[in-house]
């Protein structure tokens, strides 16, 4: 102590000259020892800082991101995976010819076939059946449905002799896959020759069965039908037509009859027996590929909304008529109660709307049409029942008064549902509406992958919860799966793998943990922990940057020793 | 409509199926205690052929009450086969509530939307006996087919969130803490099958608030949709500007005993309109005083003068007609109602028979030989309107008693404990009334049972305190479970003839978190009105009474809570953290030491530098000068 105070004395002593007041003296340097304690102190602290406090906020605050193939989901989305591909079997069967005559017949119209063919991945295929099998075929037809090894057969060519023929000619059955193909026995096929004009004939008719749906796949496959020259413009028109008209495939659709009248009759009608008679055998035939519920009601004082155009009388015509333009404006969406039903699957909508016996006949002005479709929603059709002495409406409307109504509610149903308007035979429509929903839910599902990879990519802050990834694996598996039967021809076992892929991709993709990120910013986060993280923080990180910059300063001095 | 009805009506009882009569009575004695002079009518009506080509029925029942009230009772009723409702095929069943019943599995729905208070000492008995009134606000309830309770609740979830976007209602927050199973307090009125597996769940929301939005589906779904017939009646100005309306809808099953059934929807709306209220024109709606040359004052008060008066009650009846009340006619009739000729009259009045009442030309009057009501058959082509002129009143059409009334309330003071005083009034002389209290409460009203006591008030006016037990024969109760379920008691009572009785027990307040307070908690907590169920006699239908809804106020915190502990705490923290870590971290030296350090630090260079600029500014200030 005293050997301190002798040191002031003489500081004192030295400094008095230039300022006698100030009386300054520079503590004794810190102790090696406190020096050590210090940077252990706030070591310590930092440990418990980033030992502790960081990794629990870190596990605290992260967000379950579960793993997803985003390249095989992007490689979907972009088609590298699978290349849908359409080969149709179609057996020919020769009950009038020889083995090796009908072989002949059978290589050449394959080789006409594949030269008409200018879109590669619809093909038909040939197969000879022989006599003995081909009287129970459809027994094999159902049975290839359960073998998953064969193809679906897509069509029955019988070819057949028939006397006093000039020319082949086809006949294609309406209620089944089969054409039965005539020849006069003159114009057999001969070995020898090379192009018979039977197998032409066969090649070109063949090609006319499958022409729209080739050119409705291709429109699917690429978005547009550009890369098929020889299809005319009209028929692109309708088959891209046909697409907005149509209603999202699903498993089961709901069908609502409504019968609305702006009086008090009709107030009943036949309608089970009418459903019964003109629309069960339809949705029968429908079976393998949707399922229907059927609800009907009667609306009476419907009125027209008060926005709408009401209907104008037409001298010339001695009929009530619509504007082509103001039919969108017919459904009186807020007063008629015509909301979807309750249960999954959409609702098409059919409405038998009988005008007032004031406004009776009611016609669409332009075409004097008395009913139209509304595109993904339903049909409308106008019934002007016989008036009855007094004018009025009949009180009820038999099911014979129906059958008009209800043919044009199957044949607006089919358009709904996107069915080809041709070949005429109704299977064979169906077999291809299967092909075509096959390919746009394959494509969907795809471009839905792709969408969800883009999207967690996209936002590095949204959850991804275990579920989105087992349905994403789920998929991609089913998808593989269709994309495997279509190569094979099994068209119908594709449908119900693209049809659960497209599931489950809606499911991820519309799942709803993983929106749950709004609701808590990180600006909301720092406004209520700053009043803690400010006071805390400013000491530690001033003490810090000291210590560190002491640190600096202790190794310059040690370099400047050592040098 | 010809005389034939009205001649059948006057002779009841014919001879029909078995069946339908014995279900004939059981429905004639639902309706007798209030409409029971018009019983003749009614039994025409339900012995009517069990199911009639017609299956749609719509009624309009009108009574003036004194003090220039007016009930006005509208009833909407249809039918359709057990095959075309399980078919889906709907003809004046609504198809979206036929659908949501289909998907939600349920048999028997029973749907309330109830605003205002009954005054049954000046309106006597409930229409339909109660029957068709629920608690203010909506109520709830559906037997439901289910193998299991858990199944039944998920369906009777998906019910209460269809039928919320049906009727723009909040019945979506019927969750598991609103929702009962009543034991005893409701048994089905439709005819189920023995086979079937029911559960009957309930659910109330007292605060709800019934309007317009409430009336426009329920319009939608008749089949007529107030175009014509008696719904045109309908305007949400005045049915919600009632004293007090209700709005019902009912389905069923009714089964023959061959095994027939039908699916019955019956709506119906009643409400009590003050005359004078209603009458105020919709663009003047201000009430007026009196003029004083038309006020009738009490001459013998001793204060009356030219500026003093005692207003005398009036006389008179008050006239009225169906437009001024309703503000619109009535449009003509529903032509569904009338398609064989053998429905019931549309309109009816009750008034006594000498009063003159005047209406439209082309409508047929019918006076029922009861005195007192009289019916109309309408124009179909015409508007209806009906008026009564003022005329002084001689006789009134009587009012009956009520059997019972019966008054809940809160008592107690504080924000911790309180209690609940049940109070039934027993007003025959003779009889005692057996019925069943029903109260489902909030879990965050807890309420001690063993704390029930009973006071007894007989004929000679003494107040006596009786054990509970001597009047409570049956107690069916289900503890609440907190956040998941509340609590649910049925009682089965007694009431001695002409006595008064105070049930009483002590509740605590729970204290619910932060997140459950609704945004105006200070308002209170709504306590759904307890049912009572009137059993008298085996034979007859139950008459039901609510009570008034409850406002439970809760403790209820300041909001702002939150921001101020985590501010309060985080400085708190901060001064013990900051302290420690400086008496750590710092160098402890003298004072004289800490000045000559102090050139080192920012501080005291900063102060270096300023005191060298002012010397330099000093040094030039001088040099000017």
């Known amino acids: ?233 009209q028929l692109a028109e309708s088959i891209s037509r046909r697409f907005r008209r149509s209603m999202k495939y699903a498993d089961t659709y709901h069908l609502s009859f409504s019968l609305f009248t702006p009086g008090s009759a009709p107030s009943s009608w036949d309608i089970e027996a009418a459903v019964q008679e003109y629309l069960a055998p339809l949705l029968n035939e429908f079976a393998s590929i949707s399922n229907f519920t059927i609800d009907t009601q009667v609306q009476l004082y419907a009125s027209f909304s008060p926005m709408a155009p009401s209907p104008v009388f037409e001298e010339t015509e001695a009929a009530w008529t619509l504007q082509k333009e103001d039919l969108s404006a017919f459904i009186n969406a807020a007063e008629w109660p015509l909301n979807p039903s309750i249960g999954s699957g959409p609702t098409l909508n059919f409405i038998l709307y009988v005008p007032s016996p004031s406004q ?141 892929a497209e599931i489950e991709a809606e499911r991820s993709f519309f799942e709803k943990s993983m929106v749950g990120q709004v609701y808590f910013p990180d600006e909301h986060k720092i406004a209520v922990y700053l009043p803690l993280l400010g006071p805390i923080g400013v000491p530690l990180i001033v003490g810090l940057m000291k210590e560190l910059k002491r640190i600096v300063a202790t190794l310059k001095a040690r370099r400047a020793n050592a040098a | 409509m010809s005389d034939v009805p009205f001649i059948l009506a006057l002779q009841p009882r014919t001879s029909h199926g078995l069946g339908a009569q014995t279900k004939l009575r059981h429905e004639v004695m639902t309706v007798l205690s209030l409409f029971s002079l018009l019983w003749a009518c009614i039994v025409f009506l339900w012995s009517a052929p069990a199911f009639a080509s017609s299956d749609y029925h719509e009624q309009l029942f009108l009574q003036p009450f004194p003090q220039s009230s007016l009930l006005a009772s509208f009833n909407f009723r249809s039918n359709t086969s057990q095959a075309s409702f399980d078919n889906q095929h709907f003809r004046y069943f609504p198809r979206a509530l036929g659908q949501i019943l289909q998907h939600a599995n349920t048999k028997e729905l029973h749907l309330r939307f109830t605003t205002g208070r009954w005054d049954a000492d000046s309106w006597g008995p409930r229409p339909w006996n109660g029957s068709k009134e629920g608690g203010t606000g909506v109520e709830l309830w559906a037997w439901i087919d289910a193998p299991n309770d858990d199944e039944a609740f998920a369906k009777w979830i998906t019910l209460t969130q269809s039928l919320s976007g049906l009727f723009c209602a909040s019945l979506n927050f019927v969750d598991s803490t609103k929702t009962t199973r009543p034991v005893v307090s409701f048994e089905p009125t439709g005819d189920h099958p023995e ?185 179909p082509s015409k508007p209806f309107d009906l008026a009564i002129p003022e005329q002084p009143i001689n006789i009134q059409a009587p009012l009956d008693e009520p059997i019972l009334h019966a008054e809940r309330t809160i008592v107690g003071h504080g924000q911790e404990r309180g209690g609940m005083r049940i109070i039934f009034e027993n007003p025959s002389p003779t009889a005692a009334v057996d019925f069943i209290y029903f109260e489902s409460l909030p879990w965050f009203l807890r309420p001690y049972i063993h704390t029930l006591q009973a006071t007894i008030t007989g004929r000679d006016g003494l107040r006596r305190e009786i054990p509970a037990s001597d009047l409570v024969s049956e107690t069916i109760f289900r503890p609440a479970i907190d956040r998941e379920r509340g609590t649910q008691l049925e009682l089965a009572l007694s009431v001695p003839a002409a006595s008064t009785v105070t049930l009483t027990y002590d509740f605590e307040k729970a204290i619910l978190r932060y997140t459950e307070y609704p945004p105006d908690a200070n308002r209170g907590f709504n306590v759904a009105p307890a049912v009572i169920r009137i059993l008298n006699g085996v034979d007859s ?85």
């Open chain 1, 1 to 233: 102590m005293s050997a301190t105070q002798g040191d002031v004395k003489s500081l004192q002593a030295q400094d008095a000259p230039d300022a006698p007041k100030s009386v300054k003296r520079a503590p004794p340097p810190e102790t090696s020892q406190a020096i050590y304690t210090r940077f252990k102190v706030i070591a310590a602290f930092w440990a418990v800082i980033i030992f502790l406090g960081f990794p629990i906020w870190w596990k605290t605050t992260s967000i379950y991101r579960a793993h997803l193939p985003i390249q095989d989901m992007l490689e979907w989305a972009n088609g590298k995976t699978c290349r849908p591909v359409f080969p149709l079997e179609i057996h020919l069967m020769t009950p009038t010819m020889q083995l090796p005559e009908s072989q002949h017949l059978l290589r050449t119209t394959q080789h006409a076939l594949d030269d008409l063919n200018e879109f590669a991945a619809h093909h038909l295929r040939l197969k000879l059946v022989n006599d003995s099998s081909a009287l129970n075929v459809e027994q094999r037809e159902k049975a290839s449905g359960t073998d998953a090894e064969e193809a679906d057969i897509a069509l029955t060519v019988r070819v057949l002799s028939q006397d006093d023929l000039p020319a082949p000619r086809s006949y294609l059955h309406a209620e089944t896959t089969q054409l039965d193909i005539f020849y006069p026995p003159n114009q057999a096929p001969i070995p020898s020759s090379s192009n018979p004009p039977l197998s032409v004939f066969i090649a070109q008719e063949l090609q006319q069965l499958y022409w729209e749906e080739k050119a409705t796949i291709a429109h699917v496959l690429s978005g547009e039908t550009g890369n098929l020259d020889s299809i005319s413009p």
């Open chain 1, 360 to 500: 009776s006949p009611l016609v669409v002005k332009e075409n004097h049409a008395s009913s139209w479709i509304v595109p993904q929603w339903g049909g409308v059709f106008l019934l002007n029942p016989p008036l009855s002495s007094d004018s009025t409406n009949p009180s009820h409307l038999s099911k014979d008064s129906l059958r008009p109504a209800f043919m044009t509610f199957s044949h607006q149903l089919l358009t709904l549902l996107g069915t080809p308007t041709t070949p005429s035979s109704l299977p064979l429509r169906l077999q291809a509406l299967v092909r075509v929903r096959a390919a746009s839910l394959l494509l969907s599902a795809s471009s839905t992958m792709g969408s969800l990879a883009r999207l967690t990519e996209s936002l590095p802050s949204i959850p991804i919860p275990a579920t989105v990834a087992s349905s994403v694996s789920d998929t991609l598996s089913h998808l593989s799966a269709a994309c495997t039967h279509m190569k094979h021809g099994r068209f119908s076992a594709a449908l119900a793998n693209a049809r659960i």
């Open chain 2, 195 to 379: 086979s079937s597996n029911l559960h009957l769940l309930h659910g109330a929301l007292p605060g709800e608030v019934v309007c317009t939005e409430n009336l426009t589906p329920f319009l939608k779904l008749l089949p007529c949709k107030g175009k014509t017939g008696i719904s045109t009646l309908f305007d949400g100005h005045k049915l919600f500007d009632a004293a007090w309306q209700s709005m019902s809808v009912d389905v069923r099953p009714i089964c023959t005993r061959q095994g027939d059934c039908t699916i019955q929807i019956e709506q119906t709306v009643d409400m009590v309109l003050d005359i004078e209220r209603s009458k105020r024109p919709r663009s003047n709606p201000i009430p007026r005083p009196v003029p004083n040359e038309q006020l009738v004052c009490d001459t013998s008060k001793p204060y009356n003068s030219e500026d003093t008066c005692y207003p005398l009650e009036k006389v008179t009846e008050k006239d009225w007609s169906l437009s001024e009340v309703f503000g619109r006619p009535l449009n003509g009739i529903c032509p569904l109602a009338d398609s064989d000729g053998s429905a019931e009259y549309p309109v009816c009045i009750r008034v006594p028979h000498e009063r003159g009442i005047f209406y439209t030309e082309g409508t047929k009057e019918f006076k029922l030989d009861d005195g007192f009501t009289r019916c109309f058959d309408l124009d």
């Open chain 2, 541 to 625: 239908s139950p008459i039901y009474i609510r009570s008034t809804s409850l406002l439970l106020p809760l403790p209820t915190p300041d909001f702002s809570m939150p921001y101020n502990v985590i501010i309060l705490t985080s400085t708190v923290i901060a001064l013990g953290f900051g302290t420690i870590f400086n008496i750590l971290v710092r160098r402890v030296v003298l004072v004289e030491e800490a000045e000559a350090l102090g050139s080192q630090t920012i501080k005291g260079r900063i102060l270096g530098k300023v005191l060298a600029l002012r010397g330099k500014f000093g040094r030039k200030e001088t040099k000017v000068e």
